[in-house]
Structure formats: structure tokens, C-alpha cells
């Protein structure tokens, strides 16, 4: 059985900074690309940032230059930076991953954490 597993969220002011790590645990062989999304109130979930295995990256316009995206492969873990936030950051944040969790044949899926909430209000 596989788990994510989101830590970091909380209350910040506006310009403020917070980090979110993502743990991933269980029979877990390889995981592929990493990956946060938020959902906001009212609003549809949307993709944040993307990172491979390689560690290549991907953000969503509105979080470019902002957030920072990493992962650590020998620890299964991702943590997403984030810096100058602004009201409309706030939401729950969401890791997902596609994993390898099991072998002959060889079988994998997108799993999903059950997210941490992010308020940035004064």
C-alpha cells in the first residue's frame, strides 16, 4: 500500500514564505514525476509545479518565479518553496505522484495525498 504524505501548511501573511514537504511511503519500487496542485474554494483543482526523476521542472504561470519545486529520490520526499505569497495562493495543497508499486508485471499509478491547507490573509 502506497501513501503521500503532505506536512507544511498553515497561516502566513501576505510576502510571506511557507514550505511544504510530501512523504511517500509503502511498497513503493520507483516513482516517476512528482507533482503539486491546489484547489481553492469555489474553484477548480489546478496543477502548480511538476518535477521528473531527473528533477526537471515545471510551474504553472501564476506561481512562476515564486515557488521552487524539489525532490530527493533516495528519501522519496518533494517539498515545494514557497515565497511573496499572495491572497489568491491560498488553498489546499496536494501531492501526487506516479509510482511503480509493484513488480512481474510490472504496475504503476498516480497516487494522491490528502492535502494541507494553505491560508495567506493579514
Known amino acids: 500500500q502506497v501513501q503521500l504524505r503532505e506536512t507544511g501548511g498553515g497561516l502566513v501573511q501576505p510576502g510571506g514564505s511557507l514550505r511544504l514537504s510530501c512523504a511517500a511511503s509503502?511498497?513503493?519500487?520507483?516513482?516517476?514525476?512528482m507533482a503539486w496542485y491546489r484547489q481553492a474554494p469555489g474553484k477548480e483543482r489546478e496543477l502548480v509545479a511538476v518535477i521528473a526523476s531527473s528533477g526537471s521542472t515545471n510551474y504553472a504561470d501564476p506561481v512562476k518565479g515564486r515557488f521552487t519545486i524539489s525532490r530527493d529520490n533516495a528519501k522519496k520526499t518533494m517539498s515545494l518553496q514557497m515565497d511573496s505569497l499572495r491572497p489568491e495562493d491560498t488553498a489546499v495543497y496536494s501531492c501526487n505522484a506516479d509510482i511503480v508499486y509493484k513488480v512481474l508485471p510490472v504496475t504503476r499509478s498516480r497516487f494522491w495525498g490528502q492535502g494541507t491547507q494553505v491560508t495567506v490573509s493579514s
Open positions: 509503502g511498497n513503493i519500487f520507483s516513482i516517476y514525476d
